[in-house]
């Protein structure tokens, strides 16, 4: 790694570069702007590539800080680093985003230039959100993914009319989370014990919530937690995302829930567990049975549906209630295992959502019904489709396994009864993939399905990469074992938390 070079500010700043080239391509050149943004997010992927070659586990919280003032009369700096936590998610956007721009090539035929430049910024926000030290600097990044998000959604879906509505709920649920949140932001800042410190870095404010009145911090606690409750979304605040995976272009949705809606659950860690551990602790109940509730609705819902993309929905509610869980148990196995689990998630359900999408495209339905005997004439299709299948009802040997592993073994050293409750998912989804897998791609051929084209090239370049990542984190946790422990570690510290029996290590 070159040192001295703002390595992660390149990192947000390069797509937003890219997103402002790609504008300036002349509107007739099509394939340019394409190729002009898929080289912006591949560069991306290589930065993240030299932080994450450079990052060091043992050399403390956070790395590669960099602080510049910003706005001294909100004791507000441009203030961003990264730990564990983040640089894996970092890298899961890194990483999901190139193979995104491939899968959307062609979503946007009219408007290639303007598709490009929303993927893009999406990228940046979403990475600013993950770097930011600074409250006031995460919030603004946090808000700002939605008017990217917005557009994505309303203005490429198959069906206008609803894509429209859709951004409009997504928007207002998310823009509601977002004032509550703003109100404790405010909160935070007319905090003297926070505003004496100078810049409103984690730490300080840490310092100062820890010694605040518990009713304050509560108060605080909820304006963060309903805002990532949204974000995530947590059960009963879902009920946006169904209607986004359905009406949105699938890499736009796959977009949305494997990365963007990480940073809700991203700042359940990042925020509301150390800058108010005692009020975490006192509503811990309370959302780690709403989690369960999510994690049981989602798996039975998603058993009734009949459009494929909205199964698929009702499964990362499942999955968030998961992550929200692992967090809110306040195990290090729960918290390692949350943290993977948002990565696992994010490649899973880009597999599953993506390989979907390209079956839809075939046939020009989301209706289960409409398929039958896809294995017969496309078996690659179908074999793709059955291994990202697997990996959502977490088959040992695939990565999100060892991740709901961890949760489940987190989550019953505290709360034995809500763990045994949370597993009854792993029976559930097993009867919505394997069902869904045997009505679409078994059985006789059908008419519409008899002319089925197998995986295409460019289709192969985004799937080959997700299935050998599902791979090899199913067979080799540590690789991101090793770099979540240790920001796992800090987090209960930082919470003093501790666990409740003898300590296993996530290996």
């Not at 706005?71 to 640089?87: E, N, V």
């Amino acid at each position: 790694m070159v040192m001295g070079l703002p390595w992660l500010t390149i990192l947000w700043l390069c797509p937003l570069a890219g997103a402002g080239i790609v504008l300036l391509v002349p509107r007739a050149r099509h394939a340019l702007a394409k190729w002009v943004g898929l080289t912006a997010a591949l560069f991306v992927l290589g930065t993240a590539a030299v932080v994450a070659a450079g990052y060091r586990s043992d050399a403390g919280q956070y790395q590669l800080v960099e602080t510049h003032s910003w706005i001294k009369s909100l004791s507000a700096d441009y203030c961003i680093g990264i730990d564990g936590i983040a640089l894996v998610l970092v890298a899961l956007t890194a990483a999901l985003t190139p193979l995104l721009i491939i899968a959307g090539w062609n979503d946007a035929p009219e408007r290639p230039h303007i598709h490009m430049a929303l993927v893009l910024s999406v990228e940046a926000l979403a990475m600013l959100s993950f770097l930011a030290l600074d409250v006031l600097l995460f919030y603004i990044a946090f808000e700002a993914t939605l008017i990217p998000l917005y557009f994505l959604i309303g203005g490429y879906g198959a069906d206008r009319a609803q894509a429209a509505k859709a951004a409009v709920k997504f928007l207002l649920y998310n823009l509601f989370g977002g004032l509550i949140m703003l109100a404790a932001v405010i909160g935070l800042y007319l905090k003297p014990a926070a505003a004496s410190h100078g810049a409103i870095g984690l730490q300080h404010l840490a310092d100062a919530t820890h010694a605040a009145d518990p009713a304050i911090q509560r108060v605080l606690f909820l304006g963060f937690m309903f805002a990532f409750a949204v974000k995530a979304p947590l059960w009963p605040f879902h009920t946006w995302l169904p209607g986004v995976a359905t009406a949105a272009k699938p890499a736009t949705a796959v977009l949305m829930m494997a990365i963007v809606d990480k940073v809700g659950t991203f700042g359940m860690l990042r925020y509301c567990l150390p800058l108010f551990p005692d009020a975490a602790t006192y509503f811990r109940p309370i959302i780690i049975t709403l989690a369960v509730i999510g994690i049981v609705y989602g798996a039975v819902l998603a058993i009734g549906q009949t459009d494929v993309m909205r199964l698929i929905a009702y499964t990362s509610i499942s999955h968030f209630g998961f992550i929200i869980l692992g967090i809110f148990v306040m195990t290090s196995q729960g918290q390692s295992g949350s943290t993977l689990y948002m990565i696992n998630h994010g490649i899973s359900t880009a597999a599953l959502f993506l390989i979907a999408g390209f079956l839809v495209s075939r046939r020009g339905s989301r209706l289960i019904a409409s398929y039958g005997g896809v294995q017969k004439v496309a078996p690659v299709l179908a074999g793709t489709f059955l291994v990202a299948g697997l990996s959502a009802l977490a088959l040992p040997g695939l990565a999100p396994f060892i991740s709901e592993f961890l949760v489940l073994i987190g989550t019953f050293t505290r709360y034995p009864v809500l763990a045994v409750l949370a597993a009854t998912a792993l029976v559930l989804s097993a009867v919505y993939i394997l069902w869904t897998y045997q009505r679409m791609m078994t059985g006789p051929v059908r008419e519409h399905t008899q002319h089925f084209r197998d995986l295409e090239p460019r289709e192969v370049v985004v799937v080959a990469p997700l299935i050998a990542l599902l791979l090899l984190l199913g067979v080799y946790p540590k690789v991101a074992l090793d770099v979540i422990n240790p920001a796992i570690t800090h987090t209960q510290t930082v919470t003093n938390q501790t666990d409740p029996t003898s300590r296993v290590h996530a290996q």
